[in-house]
């Protein structure tokens, strides 16, 4: 899978947007760009994912770039819950082989402050 | 909460000792995973099952670790002559495994094992 380069940190105002960048410049053709945020003792949550159209959920939104090679998700309110790591990872979509762990860095420690 | 389940939450132990933890996947999810998490690092992946099927271990599971997947519902992941360097957290994730999805990995609560 391809590597994924994050910030360490972030820091969002409560009730702004918080955009989180993402670059993933090898990333290959069939390769899905995943989401998932991990509040402070508690397993990943996952969010969001895409392949080369922007896609929105209930969370948050996805943006990724013409050329694939970076992405940056968007939650359009941020909440003091959002506080959390947030992970983004590149992965082959399933197709019976191999491709089937998550290789995770070590995400952007996003803070949203009151 | 994904529907994904862990037990224990929380398990001390001497160094030495044997200790088992359980995962329930989401129901009909066919695949299965577990990774483990130290203090400040991402999760690591662990081992996969695919029904009861153990495909594939990560390098990082040595010879006193052992899962299982028995009917290919619930798993047990168990570490012998636990060692201080066990400490983490131990995740157990669950996915769908239909060809026509991403086969997106959902989380349980993971279980928080400490080593004395």
């Known amino acids: 899978d391809a590597k994924t380069t994050q910030p360490p940190s972030m820091d969002c105002a409560e009730g702004r947007a918080a955009n989180l960048p993402c670059n993933h410049s090898t990333i290959s053709g069939n390769e899905y760009v995943y989401w998932y945020r991990q509040i402070h003792s508690q397993g990943p949550q996952y969010i969001i994912h895409g392949l080369k159209n922007n896609e929105t959920n209930e969370m948050a939104s996805l943006i990724i770039t013409e050329d694939r090679k970076s992405s940056t998700l968007i939650l359009p309110h941020a909440t003091l819950r959002d506080t959390a790591v947030y992970y983004c990872i590149v992965r082959v979509q399933n197709s019976g082989g191999s491709n089937y762990k998550l290789t995770f860095g070590k995400g952007t420690l996003l803070t949203v402050n009151p | 909460d994904t529907g994904v389940s862990q037990n224990p939450r929380h398990k001390i132990t001497k160094r030495g000792q044997n200790v088992t933890f359980r995962c329930d996947p989401i129901s009909e999810h066919n695949r299965l995973y577990w990774y483990r998490q130290t203090l400040g690092q991402g999760p690591e992946f662990l081992t996969y099952?695919?029904?009861?099927?153990?495909?594939?271990k990560s390098r990082l599971l040595s010879d006193r670790f052992s899962a299982e997947r028995p009917k290919g519902s619930f798993s047990t992941l168990e570490i012998q002559r636990t060692e201080q360097g066990d400490s983490a957290m131990y995740l157990c994730?669950?996915?769908?495994?239909?060809?026509?999805?991403?086969?997106?990995?959902?989380f349980g609560p993971g279980t928080r094992l400490t080593v004395l």
């Open positions: 994730a669950s996915s769908p495994a239909q060809r026509s999805s991403t086969d997106t990995q959902y």
């Open positions: 099952f695919q029904n009861e099927a153990q495909l594939e």
